[in-house]
């Protein structure tokens, strides 16, 4: 079965810092990829998305992925992280393939918390 | 710009009710999906539908079932529900031949 890997469960991180979160799928044809962030009793917002072309994809608010295909691979980056980007962050993925319907398979989740 | 609508916001039930969760997708988008999302989980992948018609099932128990309408809202059905029905549920849409989904605010149900 498809299935997506978030290795981060939780990240702690003071204001300014780096951010890279992992997230590997298992699915070996055409993916459709996507990061969506989930403020604490909201929904899901999307941060960025992959289809194709250009594996360095940007997003909203400082956002950037890339999509590494030969390891599987669509990590999360922000180069200066800032309190409001406390949420939970999720890696999804829409594989394609005979049957194919559009569902997401969702990673199990990180939880950033940005120290002010 | 128009967004998925879902409702109630929020609701209460007991233990062996009924609940009816409704979406309204964003005008034009012809499919419809539903995931549940438990207290700190990921969502998962309920049902999907396509012009009205079941596309993909998940890990949807059989005391739910959904459907979508002519106008393609959809409804789900959840009857004897159980306090692990406890959960967030969302609603999303896309437009026709596009694989990115519209999440709506979600319902909060709450099972006492």
């Known amino acids: 079965a498809q299935s997506v890997s978030q290795h981060n469960h939780h990240v702690i991180l003071s204001e300014a810092a780096s951010l890279e979160l992992g997230c590997n799928y298992s699915?070996?044809?055409?993916?459709?990829l996507f990061w969506y962030v989930q403020y604490p009793g909201q929904h899901l917002q999307l941060l960025l998305k992959y289809f194709s072309g250009d594996p360095l994809v940007k997003g909203i608010k400082g956002f950037e992925a890339e999509f590494i295909k030969s390891k599987f691979s669509f990590n999360l980056r922000k180069p200066s992280v800032q309190w409001s980007d406390t949420a939970e962050y999720f890696c999804?993925?829409?594989?394609?393939?005979?049957?194919?319907?559009?569902?997401?398979?969702f990673g199990q989740g990180t939880t950033l918390q940005v120290k002010p | 710009a128009a967004g998925v609508i879902q409702s109630p916001r929020h609701l209460i039930k007991e233990k062996r009710e009924t609940a009816t969760l409704k979406c309204y997708p964003i005008?034009?988008?012809?499919?419809v999906y539903w995931y549940q999302q438990g207290p700190g989980q990921d969502p998962q992948f309920l049902i999907s539908f396509y012009e009205k018609m079941q596309s993909d099932k998940g890990s949807i128990p059989d005391r739910f079932s959904a459907q979508q309408f002519s106008d393609y809202h959809s409804e789900l059905n959840m009857s004897s529900l159980e306090l692990g029905d406890s959960a967030l549920y969302f609603c999303?849409?896309?437009?026709?031949?596009?694989?990115?989904?519209?999440f709506g605010p979600g319902t909060r149900l709450t099972v006492l």
């Open positions: 999804a993925v829409i594989s394609h393939g005979s049957g194919n319907t559009g569902k997401l398979i």
């Open positions: 699915y070996g044809g055409t993916v459709n």
């Open positions: 999303a849409s896309s437009p026709p031949a596009y694989n990115e989904q519209f």
């Open positions: 005008p034009r988008h012809d499919t």
